[in-house]
């Protein structure tokens, strides 16, 4: 059950008008009084005496009896209370009680109090009602309504229990404000999808993804074609911006504009720049303790060498939100937003859909009230810049195979967040990192298909005699995953490269070792597909079966001797 307070109004008479009224696309439906202050008040829904005007005078009369200079401007306190889709339709009788427990609780009409404010609860849907309340009390003073938004949620909760209704995670204060009703209606009259809120959240978030200076994430914006505001002081500093879309318009023609704080409270000005600060302790931390972010890498020239770099940084930032401090794992989750934001704006047709919805729920998991210690994120950082940087990824060949190694690390990372997050309960966070998780196995479906492929076929084209010696291996190096990876599709995808590995000079055994004992699989769909990125990834193999390799092979510490070169092996 979610309860929205509204933005306070100054006329009551229109706010009545709107609730009994047919809705903007006729959404309303039989609409009537289900409780008010007095049990006697005028319901103009169904008694045909009654008309708005006696409604409004009633619910204003405390406020009419002040003197004009001390009536309150905003005067009109608006109250919507929804059930969720699957919940049972609630009477009449029970939205009255409900309406009743939320003027309580928020202290517009606190229980026993004989002078409280004056309200009224609208019905005109089956899964929510209105309440419309005037800020003056019958005594003449002010209600007291501090934290009234923290106590409807509150008392929502207990209303879920009560009722069996479905559960709603508790809010934390630090997600990003919720489109309003009327910001919803516009964008379904228009045909979008999203609203201007959202769709504007999403695309500052993408100009914000490992940029490195003001001047680069304005002129990111610009680019994204958005109308831009800035607040320059006396100094010339920047103060702070506004953002809007060049088709959203009000009333009056003119472009609606969002702050950036408006848009989520890690959009704003100061708050972006936090991201390029780097305290010379933390750049400290990153280099001394995790040296194998600094290994050497080619010069990012295309989508794949981003997309490999990006995979590693990943694959690092797992690990740290597993095992590191809470303010360190904070900022890898806050930097995996970018990460999720650079991939969805650089991504393939095929996978773009789902890449940019797992963006969009992950915006949710990257805030909460554990503070993010900035410059441990920086390699995940640089590998956003990276993916921006390298441009939109093709779907087929290198690109391809690598944007699929990306989501498959990016989907354990969003596992990981989920787990965190909920260990220090934070349910709507956890809520969102698992979905995050269900969009990105979507997007690996369609990104690893013909990768996948390519190497199914390669592994079964292998002589009978190697893929023995390739399952005995695997039964020795893992035994306890063995026969469920050899019953898997993916199997022969896997014996392809861990021949690819030891043609390279790797121990395949030992790369399987490491690859299964540093992360767990259990949520892995396809573990032969989980351990072919690992092994591809850690042994620098190509990503694509016919790509040319990326970089030079790096032995391990205990090398297989190669195989000779008259050893039979068929594919490419």
């Not at 720049?273 to 303790?289: G, H, N, Q």
């Not at 993916?490 to 121990?507: C, I, M, R």
Request: include cysteine; hydrophobic fraction near 40%; glycine fraction near 6%.
């Amino acid at each position: 059950m979610i309860p929205s307070i509204h933005k306070r109004g100054s006329e009551t008479i229109g706010l009545l008008r709107y609730l009994y009224g047919p809705g903007t696309d006729e959404e309303h439906i039989d609409p009537h009084l289900v409780a008010a202050f007095d049990p006697l008040t005028p319901d103009p829904g169904r008694d045909p005496e009654a008309t708005f005007g006696q409604l409004q005078r009633l619910l204003d009369q405390p406020v009419n009896a002040l003197p004009a200079n001390r009536r309150p401007k905003k005067h009109v306190w608006h109250l919507s209370v929804r059930a969720a889709p699957e919940d049972p339709i609630l009477s009449d009788e029970d939205w009255a009680a409900i309406a009743r427990r939320m003027v309580a609780a928020t202290g517009i009409a606190p229980d026993g109090d004989d002078a409280a404010c004056r309200w009224a609860a609208v019905r005109h849907a089956d899964d929510h009602v209105h309440i419309i309340a005037t800020l003056v009390r019958d005594d003449g003073r002010r209600p007291r309504l501090h934290n009234e938004a923290r106590r409807a949620q509150a008392e929502c909760r207990r209303i879920e229990a009560d009722y069996n209704l479905r559960r709603v995670a508790s809010g934390d204060g630090t997600a990003a404000k919720r489109p309003t009703s009327a910001e919803r209606h516009k964008a379904d009259r228009q045909g979008q999808q999203r609203t201007p809120r959202e769709q504007l959240r999403e695309t500052v978030r993408q100009a914000a993804a490992g940029a490195h200076s003001e001047e680069e994430f304005f002129d990111r914006l610009a680019s994204a074609g958005l109308l831009i505001r800035q607040r320059i002081a006396p100094s010339g500093d920047r103060l702070g911006y506004t953002v809007a879309l060049p088709g959203d318009r009000n009333k009056d023609g003119e472009p609606v504009f969002f702050s950036g704080s408006k848009l989520a409270p890690d959009l704003s000005l100061p708050r972006i720049r936090e991201r390029w600060t780097l305290p010379t302790d933390a750049a400290a931390a990153v280099d001394s303790s995790r040296p194998e972010q600094q290994s050497a890498l080619p010069s990012v020239t295309g989508p794949a060498f981003a997309r490999r770099r990006a995979s590693a940084a990943t694959w690092q930032a797992l690990l740290i939100t597993d095992h590191g401090d809470d303010s360190i794992a904070a900022a890898q989750i806050a930097a995996a937003g970018e990460i999720l934001d650079a991939l969805a704006k650089t991504s393939a047709a095929h996978t773009r859909t789902e890449l940019r919805e797992a963006a969009f729920a992950f915006e949710r998991a990257t805030r909460s009230h554990i503070k993010a210690v900035r410059g441990h994120d920086r390699a995940l950082r640089q590998a956003a810049r990276d993916l921006i940087r390298s441009g939109p990824a093709l779907g087929r060949g290198e690109d391809g195979a690598t944007t699929a190694m990306l989501i498959d690390m990016a989907f354990f990372l969003a596992i990981a967040a989920a787990n965190w997050h909920a260990k220090r309960h934070h349910a709507q966070q956890a809520k969102a990192a698992r979905q995050t998780a269900e969009h990105l196995r979507a997007a690996y479906q369609a990104a690893a298909a013909h990768p996948m492929d390519v190497l199914r076929q390669r592994g079964c084209r292998m002589p009978p005699s190697l893929r023995h010696r390739q399952a005995a291996m695997l039964r020795h190096a893992v035994p306890d995953l063995a026969e469920q990876i050899l019953a898997e599709p993916g199997w022969p995808a896997l014996a392809a490269t861990l021949a690819d590995a030891q043609d390279a000079g790797h121990n395949p055994a030992t790369l399987l070792t490491e690859a299964t004992q540093r992360r767990e699989l259990d949520t892995a769909s396809s573990i032969s597909d989980v351990l072919v990125w690992r092994l591809r990834r850690s042994a620098h193999l190509p990503a694509a079966p016919d790509s040319p390799r990326t970089q030079p092979p790096q032995t391990s510490t205990a090398p297989h001797p190669r195989r000779p070169p008259h050893n039979p092996r068929t594919g490419p």
